[in-house]
């Protein structure tokens, strides 16, 4: 008796879970977005506390879906334009390194292409790159003041060479180091 109901019970979540798809996952999304700060640091802290695991579960899945990750990699490599892989994969080191990113990959995409000069010394940035190396032109995101929250008004579309000089300072330290740079005598170096 007691197993009939319990199959018919999952019979009946399912067929509700199928019927209500769009209603649960809306409802997901909504909860996502009122509790993102929470559960970002949750996920941040579980990763944290379950590292050796964690890695040794996408190893074994990695190993047992090789084949499969390869072709779906390489069909989205090849399938979405340069700048919506770079945002995306922007958004999602952010992300994994805890930070909360309140724009979407859209956005980023909008905001960069607006910003098609680096922010601090205007040269014109690559969004085409085509190997792994970095390039002083690649297209990069920096936290103005290394916050964890990331919004529209703290952060810079800068290229890779100026994000490495700017490093980890604040812009009022990176500020601070350009003036201190600027007084020293260096005239030796200047061009005629
Ligand atoms: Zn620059």
Known sequence: MGRINKEKKREY??????KNKEKIKEGGKQYYLKNKERITIRVAKWQEENKEARKEYLRQYYLINKEIIKKAANKNRLARPVIDRWAAQTIRTH???????NFSKERLIEIAIK????????????????DHS??????TLDRMNNEKILNENNVLILCWLCNMTKGIRT??????????????????????
Not at 134 to 139: A, I, M, N, R, S
């Open 95 to 101: 992300r994994t390194s805890g930070c909360v990113v």
């Open 115 to 130: 910003n098609d000069c680096c922010q601090l010394c205007g040269i014109k940035l690559n969004f085409f790159k085509s």
């Open 13 to 18: 979540d399912k067929e509700y879970r199928l």
């Open 171 to 192: 812009m009022e330290q990176f500020y601070n180091y350009c003036k201190m740079i600027a007084k020293k005598d260096f005239s030796v170096y200047e061009k005629s």
């Open 134 to 139: 970095h390039h002083v032109d690649d297209v």
